[in-house]
C-alpha cells in the first residue's frame, strides 16, 4: 500500500534552517510530481511546493520563495524540503503528497519556529 513518511521536523529558531524528507513507497514514485503542504494552528491547509516526476520543474507559495527548496532523489524515493530563513509564520504541521486516483498524506512532521 501506498505510504508517505515524513521526518525531519523540529524546533529552530527564528532565521535557522532545516531539512524536511519524505520517503515513499507503494506505488512508482519516479514517475509522479510531489508535493509539500502544511497547516499552521487554526488555519487551513496551505500548498506549499510542488516538483515533477523528473525534478526539472518546482514551484512554491509566494510565502516561501526564496527560501525554501523542493528536491527529489528518484533513487531514494524520498522528497525533500530545505528551509532556509524561516520565520514565526513557518510554524505548522509539514505533509507530503502524492496524488493519483486520489490523494494520498503522510503524517506530517511538526516544525516550530520560535526563540
Known amino acids: 500500500q501506498v505510504q508517505l513518511v515524513e521526518s525531519g521536523g523540529g524546533l529552530v529558531q527564528p532565521g535557522g534552517s532545516l531539512r524536511l524528507s519524505c520517503a515513499a513507497s507503494?506505488?512508482?514514485?519516479?514517475?509522479?510530481?510531489m508535493s509539500w503542504y502544511r497547516r499552521a494552528p487554526g488555519k487551513e491547509r496551505e500548498w506549499v511546493a510542488f516538483?515533477?516526476?523528473?525534478?526539472?520543474?518546482?514551484s512554491y507559495a509566494d510565502s516561501v520563495k526564496g527560501r525554501f527548496t523542493i528536491s527529489r532523489d528518484n533513487a531514494k524515493n524520498t522528497v525533500y524540503l530545505q528551509m532556509n530563513s524561516l520565520k514565526p509564520d513557518d510554524t505548522a504541521v509539514y505533509y507530503c503528497?502524492?496524488?493519483?486516483?486520489?490523494?494520498?498524506w503522510g503524517q506530517g512532521t511538526q516544525v516550530t519556529v520560535s526563540s
Open positions: 503528497m502524492w496524488a493519483s486516483l486520489q490523494s494520498y
Open positions: 507503494g506505488f512508482a514514485f519516479s514517475s509522479y510530481a
Open positions: 516538483i515533477s516526476a523528473t525534478g526539472g520543474t518546482t
